[in-house]
Each structure stands twice: as C-alpha cells, then as structure tokens.
C-alpha cells in the first residue's frame, strides 16, 4: 500500500529545497505502488534485494525512465548483476569491494554511480569506511577505472539525538567537500529535515512515502 497521494507527495516534494534529490526507497512494496508515485514524478526508487529489483524492473519494463539505486548490504558475489541492474550504489562501504566493482565494471563496459559508506561514529551494526580509512586509500581509490565516483554516504547510529544527528550530517558534508565529492546521501524518513540543514543532496525517504511495510 502506498501512503502518499498526490497531494502529499507535493507537500513533501514543496518541502525539498532545490539541489537535493528524493529517492524513494522501495524496498519491501509492491511493483504497483512505484508506479504509482512514477505518475506523481517520481523517477529515482531504491532497492535493497537484487531479486526483488529484478522482479520488480520486469513489471515496471514500460516505465524506462525510472532511475534505479541499490541501498542494501552489496555482497561480493551479487556485484556483476547489481552493475547491470542498477544505476546507483549507495553502500559501497569497503577497498576490496571497490576494487571488485571497478573490475567488473570493466569487464560489462559500465560506470556506475558510486557512493562510499562511511562511519563517522563507531557503530557495530553499520559497516563502512572509518574516515581515516578512506583518507589511507583515497589516491587508490580515485586510480580505479570504470568507477564514476559521486559523493558519500552515512547512516546515523539509532541511540543520537536531533541535534547529534545534524552534526554527524554536517561532518559528512565537510568530509565530502575536503575530497571533492559533491553528493551526500545521507536522511531518512526520521531524519531527513536534519540531513537537509546538514548537507545532503540525496534523501533516501520509504515509510515517510509508501507507509510501513
């Protein structure tokens, strides 16, 4: 079930300021309910499991202008068919993953869209890079071939605050400017006001558009 109409969607869409983009995370709801809100404008929908993305594009064949993003865990054997499928990956949360994208990546002759995880704070249910991690690996990160680098991305630890959340926002906004990235995906349906006065240029909102799955 789809929670927005089309007048919710345009409060929401009004409340946006111009430069950060919306991507609907679809994950868990019906082919239907994506093509629902593509007639509200929507273009840019996330997926979290490849079959279920699959399954989903195969119904949504006619709609060729939507734009695909993976958000989930990418598991290293599940990369070859995530490049074909998507033009996205938000969760690239590792240098041997990288590597391996940017190999296949090669070998399928696509540049995907990349956004580097990061963890700002430590937090063992979230993986990612620590940032001194990926200041170490940046001059081989930027070297790989076939990897169409845009920005980062982060997802607070449940326990913060508001005000925590929004700083952790900020400092994500001034790690990708210091390496001249110029996206941050970053805000979720209970965040997103904060990760918009920190900087971000995609919110990733799915409960807030299509209700609890």
Same mark, same amino acid.
């Given at each position: ?13 009004? !409340? ?24 509200? &404008? ?14 989903? $594009? ?19 054997? $599940? ?56 200041? $170490? ?24 605050? !508001? ?18 990235? $110029?996206?941050?995906?970053? &805000? ?26």
């Amino acid at each position: 079930m789809i929670l927005t109409g089309s007048n919710e969607f345009k409060i929401i869409k009004d !409340s946006i300021p111009l430069g950060v983009n919306l991507l609907a995370v679809s994950k868990g709801h019906r082919h239907d309910s994506i093509r629902k809100l593509s007639g509200y &404008g929507q273009l840019d929908f996330g997926e979290s499991r490849l079959q279920e993305a699959i399954l989903k $594009k195969i119904d949504l064949s006619d709609l060729t202008q939507l734009r695909w993003h993976f958000v989930g865990t990418l598991q290293k054997n $599940k990369v070859r068919r995530v490049i074909k499928e998507f033009d996205f990956i938000h969760s690239v949360d590792s240098l041997p993953l990288l590597e391996r994208i940017s190999r296949i990546s090669q070998e399928e002759q696509k540049s995907p869209n990349i956004f580097l995880q990061v963890k700002f704070i430590e937090d063992p249910n979230k993986g990612g890079f620590l940032k001194e991690e990926l200041l $170490k690996s940046w001059s081989k990160i930027i070297s790989l071939k076939n990897i169409n680098l845009i920005g980062l991305m982060t997802i607070p630890p449940i326990v913060l605050n !508001s005000s925590q959340r929004k700083d952790l926002f900020c400092e994500c906004r001034n790690f990708a400017n210091h390496l001249g990235l $110029k996206d941050c995906s970053m &805000g979720m349906s209970n965040d997103w006001q904060e990760a918009i006065q920190g900087g971000a240029t995609w919110i990733r909102l799915g409960s807030l558009l299509f209700g609890k799955r």
